[in-house]
């Protein structure tokens, strides 16, 4: 059991098979990918393996701190960043070749004529809590199984 | 009022309503129902009998839903199982080995070990493992469907029980069931109804980890190593316990891994101070573990303990045998190098083991080691 994010790219991901922007779709192109999509998480809850599925919009701002007292700063967003995230998938599943077979099929979401999109996601794994019984005891040993 | 007495009862339950003719997955419901109702009305109102109300009230949980199905399907001919007495049988058993069929994968097997067996309800298990609620009902939904052809009486494994349990105990999600000591009562409960030196290994094992729990962890929740913890942290009465159970197996003659992995806890949960540690022994255990499991994981933790008992350059000797990619070779290469003296060494592995890292407190431990490393001795720019 373990949490993966299927991460989708606005832009950074290598291009896609079917690399044919969505504002160049006709409306049943648009509406049959959205379907797509829709099903995909309705059939991962009926499977017991969905967490969370979220999309971002496409411009964002950059903030940071800016001292005791000073309200934060802000800039952007920058037309020129390389990695713009669009939005994920979150799955609890039993193997990582479980998620990866989850990502080809979300990846398979038709795009331009109908045509499976073939974009590029990412699956990062998510950091999970220490074993109670650790698999190994390196170090001096975090524990002695 | 007595909640683990009440969860204590659900496995038997079920087992009585599925003796009297319902199926499986209508009578987990209909426990589930009547524990809900349990803790609603017993607090004001406690029975003198907390089963036979359990029975009652699931029972008629049951029918209720029996009779809202066959009113919906109109079929006047359906039969109503007939209520009977209380039996003496105890399914708990077969509730174990139903819950970790070899047909559920791991995260079902355990799901549903958790409701039917532990009686925790849906939510309880989707938060203690970080899941929408409706994902867990599915997951739950589909077990007892893959299960539901699945005879009751059929003997079961014990080895698929116990790698369930082991899950449990293992994945110490936080949440606001412990699942560790959920695992831990699953596995005494289990004891009780069958006699098998690895259920009792595994129980030890489980006693002599969680006896250890309160050192492992600094009040900032970074972790300690076992060397640097503070042994009065540890809890010697859980220890106690856990190696009289484990002594009582190995007096069977029938080892097998989980009690050669307690036999190790049980050497580390003996020693007074690190340096009082049989790492002779522990190289032993590890010997008999490799020889029953054959598993490379196993070999990576002997070569640590090889370390400890013949110095780091036969420990080195041990994980130059073994494959790199070996999930914490790296941490355990960083470690050796670094009783070997060469810190320089250490230093870059313990940062490419922070990397590899599955999860972000052994990160930020290793993250330390190699920080704490290159005060000592800044490295080559």
Same mark, same amino acid.
Do not use: C
């Given at each position: 059991?373990?949490?993966?994010?299927?991460?989708?790219?606005? @832009?950074?991901?290598? #291009?896609?098979?079917? &690399?044919?922007?969505?504002?160049?779709?006709? !409306?049943?192109?648009?509406?049959?990918?959205?379907?797509?999509? @829709?099903d995909?998480? #309705?059939?991962?809850? &009926?499977?017991?393996?969905?967490?969370?599925? !979220?999309?971002?919009?496409?411009?964002?701002?950059?903030?940071?701190?800016?001292?005791?007292g000073k309200p934060p700063v802000t800039d952007g967003p920058f037309a020129e960043t390389k990695d713009l995230i669009a939005g994920w998938m979150i799955v609890d599943v039993d193997s990582y070749e479980r998620a990866i077979e989850l990502a080809g099929e979300l990846s398979a979401a038709p795009g331009k004529d109908g045509k499976p999109i073939h974009e590029w996601l990412e699956v990062r794994p998510f950091y999970g809590t220490p074993p109670t019984i650790p698999e190994v005891t390196w170090t001096g040993h975090c524990s002695g199984a | 009022m007595d909640w683990a007495l009440l969860r204590s009862l659900t496995p038997s339950v079920i087992g009585?309503?599925?003796?009297?003719?319902?199926d499986f997955a209508a009578a987990e419901d209909a426990v589930q129902d009547a524990l809900v109702e349990a803790v609603r009305v017993w607090p004001d109102d406690p029975p003198r009998d907390p089963k036979g109300w359990l029975v009652t009230a699931a029972w008629r949980k049951f029918l209720d839903a029996t009779r809202a199905e066959t009113a919906?399907?109109?079929?006047?001919?359906?039969?109503?199982?007939?209520?009977g007495p209380v039996?003496?049988?105890?399914?708990?058993?077969?509730?174990?080995?139903?819950c970790a069929?070899?047909?559920?994968?791991?995260?079902?097997?355990?799901?549903l070990t958790l409701r039917a067996v532990g009686g925790l309800t849906t939510r309880q298990i989707a938060q203690a493992y970080l899941v929408p609620e409706a994902t867990m009902a599915q997951r739950i939904s589909r077990a007892k469907k893959t299960v539901g052809d699945v005879r009751f009486d059929q003997p079961g494994d014990v080895a698929t029980v116990l790698r369930v349990l082991y899950l449990v105990f293992n994945e110490g999600y936080s949440g606001d069931v412990d699942l560790a000591a959920e695992a831990i009562r699953l596995t005494r409960q289990l004891a009780a109804v069958i006699d098998h030196p690895e259920v009792a290994g595994l129980l030890a094992l489980m006693l002599l980890h969680h006896a250890r729990r309160a050192g492992r962890t600094a009040d900032d929740g970074s972790l300690v190593a076992l060397a640097d913890q503070d042994r009065a942290k540890w809890d010697t009465r859980l220890i106690a316990e856990g190696v009289e159970i484990l002594q009582n197996a190995l007096?069977?003659?029938?080892?097998?891994?989980?009690?050669?992995?307690?036999?190790?806890?049980a050497l580390h949960a003996d020693a007074q101070t690190p340096e009082e540690t049989d790492w002779v022994q522990i190289v032993e255990w590890y010997d008999e573990l490799a020889k029953l499991t054959g598993s490379p994981i196993v070999r990576l933790n002997r070569a640590v303990a090889v370390a400890e008992a013949d110095g780091p350059r036969a420990g080195l000797k041990a994980l130059a045998e073994l494959d790199d990619s070996l999930p914490r070779y790296t941490a355990v290469a960083a470690y050796l190098h670094e009783r070997d003296g060469d810190e320089q060494t250490a230093a870059r592995l313990y940062v490419e083991a922070a990397g590899k890292a599955a999860n972000l407190a052994e990160r930020e431990y290793l993250t330390r080691q190699a920080a704490r490393l290159n005060r000592k001795s800044p490295p080559h720019r």
């Open positions: 059991m373990a949490k993966y994010l299927l991460l989708k790219h606005y @832009r950074g991901a290598p #291009a896609a098979v079917n &690399d044919v922007p969505m504002d160049q779709w006709t !409306q049943d192109e648009i509406t049959a990918h959205v379907q797509y999509m @829709r995909f998480a #309705a059939k991962l809850e &009926d499977t017991g393996e969905f967490v969370d599925g !979220q999309a971002l919009a496409m411009e964002g701002t950059w903030v940071r701190y800016d001292g005791e | 009585i309503l599925v003796r009297r003719g319902a919906r399907r109109r079929r006047e001919e359906h039969v109503e199982p007939e209520a039996p003496d049988t105890d399914d708990t058993l077969q509730l174990y080995f139903l069929h070899p047909s559920l994968t791991p995260s079902s097997a355990v799901a007096a069977k003659d029938q080892l097998g891994e989980f009690q050669a992995q307690a036999a190790i806890a």
